[in-house]
């Protein structure tokens, strides 16, 4: 078992928490805004997918849709949407994909330098790979806590 094998794994259990959570969404909810919410439960999905990739392979997303970073990246909302949208399906298929791509791009990689550090504002700094991509899990996970907060929001009408 290598050092980052624990990594890994949890990966694939923030991974499969997202993706169970994704599975109890319906198409006419998923776009649903609460009061007092700047966002829907699609936009959180896709800011999900669109964050990693921006952490992981920088600000082109090579791997996404061209309009994916206009629809989900850090400061979008659905109100300013223009065009077609992606599938909760297609989102789904898209983070499974996202996450064999990035353990098989950076499975040696984690102890890798950035290019340059990645600053948090004034709140820290990363200077791996590793450390930039456990970041991106808990980011994940702060977008589970959204989710559910905008889950309960539209299934309770508040």
């Not at 970073?69 to 909302?77: C, S």
Request: charged content about 20%.
């Amino acid at each position: 078992m290598s050092n980052s094998s624990y990594i890994w794994d949890s990966y694939d259990l923030v991974r499969n928490i997202t993706l169970s959570a994704l599975n109890t969404v319906s198409e006419e909810v998923a776009d649903v805004i609460p009061e007092g919410f700047n966002n829907n439960i699609r936009w959180n999905f896709g800011h999900i997918l669109v964050t990693q990739d921006l952490f992981m392979y920088g600000p082109s997303c090579p791997n996404l849709p061209a309009n994916y970073a206009a629809l989900f990246a850090p400061g979008t909302k659905p109100a300013n949407w223009e065009g077609d949208v992606p599938s909760l399906a297609t989102l789904a298929a898209q983070l499974e994909e996202q996450k064999a791509r990035i353990k098989e791009t950076f499975a040696d990689r984690l102890d890798e330098k950035l290019s340059q550090p990645f600053q948090l504002g004034n709140k820290g700094t990363m200077n791996t790979i590793g450390e930039l991509f456990t970041f991106s899990l808990f980011h994940e996970g702060m977008h589970m806590n959204a989710l559910g907060a905008l889950k309960k929001a539209t299934t309770t009408g508040k």
